[in-house]
């Protein structure tokens, strides 16, 4: 029986706590997510995690480095998500649009309001980094889906998918500015998922409309 969209979706499971970075790199992302990059430090993960700060700067030198490798670890689960879900054969074209958009934006809701802005002021490379991560992943993710798209008559066949995929980026780089953010009073899924709507809304052929209608009531 193929899994369901909302099945594939699911963050990959987590790595056994016996590994020491792994652990690590979750404690961090959950306070980076949700309290932001600002709010904590080194010494207090440490303790959190009853290890020694030596045993903590030997795996992450930085701050830095242990914030980045958070970053690196939610862009590489968005990406072998999507190619899980764009890989399988049994779901339809609206099953994996609406697969991964699920997928993105329970991610997405893990991230309080006011953390790419919190990013941006106390970690600007980090921030800088966000915008690194959205260029290697828009494209190739939402091309590919464009693609399979147009293969099975969803997508209109005269779109460029490449350059829509390019299109899209730029306009995800722009609304998802902390200044974006604040000035529409949104928080990150909320943003993903408004764009989301409006971008596809404008590219389905009226059977790829049903269908998305279908997966995405109301």
Request: proline share 7%; aromatic share 8%.
């Amino acid at each position: 029986m193929p899994a369901r969209p909302e099945e594939l979706s699911r963050a990959p499971v987590a790595a056994p706590l016996a590994d020491p970075p792994a652990r690590i790199v979750r404690a961090a992302r959950a306070h980076l997510f949700v309290h932001g990059y600002s709010t904590w430090t080194m010494d207090d993960l440490a303790a959190e995690l009853g290890m020694s700060k030596k045993t903590l700067y030997q795996h992450f030198p930085t701050k830095e480095d242990l914030g980045r490798a958070a970053l690196e670890q939610f862009a590489a689960e968005v990406r072998a998500e999507a190619d899980a879900i764009i890989a399988d054969r049994n779901l339809t074209f609206a099953e994996k649009l609406r697969g991964f958009t699920g997928g993105m934006h329970q991610r997405l809701s893990q991230l309080a309001p006011h953390i790419l802005r919190d990013l941006q002021r106390s970690a600007p490379a980090l921030h800088d980094f966000t915008f690194e991560m959205r260029r290697k992943n828009v494209p190739y993710i939402f091309g590919r889906l464009l693609e399979q798209g147009q293969l099975t008559g969803k997508v209109r066949p005269e779109l460029d998918a490449p350059f829509a995929a390019e299109f899209l980026l730029h306009a995800m780089q722009g609304i998802m500015s902390p200044a974006s953010l604040e000035h529409l009073h949104l928080a990150p899924h909320q943003a993903f998922e408004k764009a989301m709507s409006l971008y596809f809304g404008g590219l389905l052929t009226p059977a790829g409309r049903k269908d998305y209608e279908k997966s995405f009531p109301g």
